[in-house]
């Protein structure tokens, strides 16, 4: 079992709010990733971080940011969500630079957003 | 990082072996191949990975062919929770960022 969390699972809100998407993990992973993936669709990278204090962004330009202020922990946040936002947000992690499967990423379940 | 051609969909018979291609005909020397799939819109999950030698692990075995330029995933004995989009990614070990392409809509049939 993974040990890469995330919360909301779930979240419907209205146009304009500010949001925050959770994730954590507890494996000690430098890198952590935000993905982006509509129903059906393909996952899009939009955020990655290298460690605290990194944060860079993907291959597919997002409104939302993240901030890496700790190892464990790598929060995405919508300041004002409209509904072209609704999808769902993977989060994952991956092993050291030094370790042989750094291409190994542990996904989170997702968050789920909807905005009406 | 390499892009890589699979097929879009596949089927295979409920116990039968699914092997999956894959093509990365412009793979560098340094560059690894990774296969994960992902069940529904779970988040994706790991399966195996290799760089020259064909692996083998308690999910899958991974044959790459000798010129590098191509791979297939093979699912030994098929069942219906297999049923998942395959991803085979290049990936240059710690450097890089992991690219998901359209993958191969695999379903295990009764």
């Known amino acids: 079992e993974a040990d890469i969390y995330q919360t909301p699972r779930y979240l419907v809100i209205g146009t304009g709010k500010k949001i925050t998407l959770e994730c954590s993990q507890t494996?000690?992973?430098?890198?952590m990733y935000w993905y982006q993936q509509d129903p059906g669709m393909e996952l899009h990278l939009i955020h990655y971080?290298?460690?605290?204090?990194?944060?860079e962004k993907g291959d597919l330009s997002s409104e939302s940011t993240v901030s890496r202020i700790r190892t464990e922990h790598f929060p995405l946040t919508l300041e004002s969500a409209r509904p072209s936002h609704t999808s769902q947000y993977l989060c994952?992690?991956?092993?050291?630079?030094?370790?042989?499967?750094?291409?190994?990423?542990?996904f989170g379940e997702g968050s789920r957003l909807t905005v009406l | 990082d390499a892009k890589t051609t699979q097929p879009p969909s596949m089927d295979c018979a409920e116990g039968r072996a699914a092997n999956l291609p894959c093509n990365h005909s412009?793979?560098?020397?340094?560059?690894?191949v990774y296969w994960y799939r992902q069940i529904h819109s779970q988040g994706p999950q790991y399966i195996i990975h290799?760089?020259?030698n064909n692996e083998t692990n308690e999910m899958a075995s991974l044959i790459i062919t000798e010129d590098r330029k191509s791979s297939t995933l093979i699912l030994p004995h098929a069942t219906l929770r297999d049923t998942a989009v395959y991803y085979c990614?290049?990936?240059?070990?710690?450097?890089?960022?992991?690219?998901f392409g359209q993958g191969t809509e695999l379903s295990v049939k009764p």
């Open positions: 994952a992690s991956s092993p050291p630079g030094y370790s042989t499967n750094t291409g190994e990423l542990f």
């Open positions: 412009t793979i560098s020397g340094n560059e690894y």
């Open positions: 990614i290049v990936w240059r070990n710690q450097g890089g960022k992991l690219i």
């Open positions: 971080s290298y460690g605290v204090n990194s944060t």
């Open positions: 290799g760089l020259k």
């Open positions: 494996m000690g992973h430098d890198k």
